[in-house]
């Protein structure tokens, strides 16, 4: 295995690194202080919550197995070579745990909360149905030959497919409403901040070692930070730009427009 060739760039991959964790980690709490302040989570959209679980749990699998099974590290030392470093940090497999536990918490705050007419669509359900029966197939593919590279390579495509459509239903759901209120954008910012660090400490990395392996030896992390970064400008035009804050009504529950389900 190849090692760090210069120590402030390896500090700096590790400031990064955390600081990307920290960031992505604090994206989760805003939303849920906002729910617990409301006691409603009527204009958070339910299909980005089931969706954002499927995809922080698929990037959950790539990021512990990659990072904890010497097998599957082996397999991906003989497909890149023997030099380069595994392309998952400790930071990485400390935000997925947070993540899953943060947006299960959240989806409890849906079951216990006023959420007006709001519900998941029954195209979120089949997306997720979908995606999960066809990792199970993938895993009975890999048995036979132990493909574990190649099987956790499809949990990291999964976790990219999810983080492009998550966004969609409450891009929408702004859209459709003309406004963010009930809505974050405070995880928006830390989530914009996690993706241009996490960029950056890919960067480190490739510098110290004159490769750029890695960013495509883990594209699902390369393009996590790229599709992240784009759609929390989209939501940051929105908030700030098209849909500026307006005071709230106080009866949340006779505003049939905006507890109007996505599908």
Not at 121 to 140: H, M, P
Not at 195 to 211: E, R, V, W
């Amino acid at each position: 295995m190849s090692s760090w060739n210069s120590f402030p760039l390896e500090i700096s991959y590790q400031v990064l690194g955390w600081i990307a964790f920290f960031s992505w980690s604090f994206s989760f709490y805003p939303q849920v202080i906002l729910n617990f302040r409301r006691k409603s989570v009527v204009g958070l959209n339910f299909d980005f919550l089931v969706l954002n679980l499927t995809k922080h749990s698929s990037y959950l699998i790539y990021n512990a197995v990659l990072f904890f099974s010497p097998t599957v590290q082996k397999q991906y030392h003989e497909k890149y070579g023997s030099n380069e470093m595994i392309p998952v940090a400790a930071n990485d497999v400390a935000f997925s745990i947070h993540a899953v536990l943060l947006t299960a918490f959240t989806l409890f705050q849906v079951i216990i909360y006023e959420r007006g007419s709001q519900r998941v669509s029954k195209i979120s359900f089949t997306i997720t149905f979908a995606v999960w029966v066809s990792a199970a197939v993938c895993v009975f593919v890999a048995l036979p030959s132990q493909s574990w590279l190649w099987l956790i390579s499809v949990f990291n495509t999964i976790q990219v497919i999810m983080t492009v459509i998550k966004y969609i239903p409450q891009a929408i759901l702004n859209f459709t409403r003309k406004s963010t209120v009930g809505w974050s954008i405070g995880n928006i910012l830390l989530d914009l901040l996690g993706g241009l660090t996490n960029y950056g400490q890919m960067a480190m990395q490739s510098i110290d070692q004159g490769s750029w392996v890695n960013f495509y030896g883990n594209i699902g992390k390369t393009l996590l930070s790229l599709v992240s970064i784009f759609f929390d400008l989209l939501f940051i035009v929105q908030h700030y730009l098209l849909y500026p804050y307006k005071k709230e009504k106080p009866i949340l529950e006779d505003d049939n427009e905006s507890t109007a389900p996505l599908v």
